[in-house]
């Protein structure tokens, strides 16, 4: 949902409990509260979407899923940067090679991590 992830950016926090969408404010300064206030009265109005917008990100995406995921953004990074693929055929090495290091734990956590801006399993 578009307007949680700008007001994520903008420093604000949403948790789920139980049937309540809480938010709180934790960034660095004021933020534009005029647009925050519109932001937030659209999330307050879609609750049942943000709120399920929220779980979907607390869900633990597999491994191969966030490999894919990576592989494109450092690919469209490569393409944007002009530095051809030597960046992202290293960084996938550094994937493989962490995979191959740490086995099923490395596995294990990085299946935690959700989508952006949500809680990581990681220690």
């Not at 519109?38 to 990100?57: G, T």
């Amino acid at each position: 949902m578009k307007a949680i992830t700008e007001l994520e950016g903008m420093g604000y926090t949403f948790k789920l409990d139980g049937g309540t969408l809480r938010y709180s404010y934790e960034g660095e300064g004021r933020p534009d509260l005029e647009h925050a206030r519109s932001l937030l009265e659209y999330v307050k109005r879609h609750k049942d979407e943000a709120m399920a917008f929220l779980r979907r990100r607390l869900e633990p995406r597999p491994v191969l899923e966030v490999k894919a995921d990576l592989e494109a953004l450092l690919d469209e990074m490569a393409k944007a940067t002009g530095q051809g693929d030597d960046v992202a055929e290293r960084l996938l090495a550094r994937w493989d090679d962490l995979n191959g290091e740490y086995g099923a734990a490395v596995g294990a956590a990085l299946e935690c991590i959700p989508r952006p801006h949500g809680v990581s399993c990681l220690p």
